[in-house]
Nanobody, 114 residues
Framework: QVQLVESGGGLVQAGGSLRLSCRAS????????LGWYRQAPGNQRELVAH???????NYADSVKGRFTISRDNAKNTVYLQMNSLKPEDTAVYYC????????WGQGIQVTVSS
């Protein structure tokens, strides 16, 4: 079955960096569109960054210029490099395959202290 497993979260000070990884299995990774989403307490889940099977990238306005999404098809892994982190980036981050069908990872906590 399809599995998405996130790693790399944790606690970081404002201005710091983290790199999230999401390793996928049970799918044809190279033809999958992939995304990172986040959900803060009391808020709806929101798209952070998305990368298509062809490498096209989209970002939420709030993270443009600070976050970078990338993928390594040989490793079945998608990454989210997060720089210049802010306290408002604190959330549970979810990896997702968005196409051809939707699957979610279990989520990983990112906490940015001020």
């Amino acid at each position: 079955q399809v599995q998405l497993v996130e790693s790399g979260g944790g606690l970081v000070q404002a201005g710091g960096s983290l790199r999230l990884s999401c390793r996928a299995s049970g799918m044809f990774f190279s033809i999958s569109d992939l995304g990172w989403y986040r959900q803060a307490p009391g808020n709806q889940r929101e798209l952070v960054a998305h990368i298509s099977s062809g490498g096209r990238r989209n970002y939420a306005d709030s993270v443009k210029g600070r976050f970078t999404i990338s993928r390594d098809n040989a490793k079945n892994t998608v990454y989210l490099q997060m720089n210049s982190l802010k306290p408002e980036d604190t959330a549970v981050y979810y990896c997702a395959r968005t196409s051809p069908s939707l699957y979610w990872g279990q989520g990983i906590q990112v906490t940015v202290s001020s």
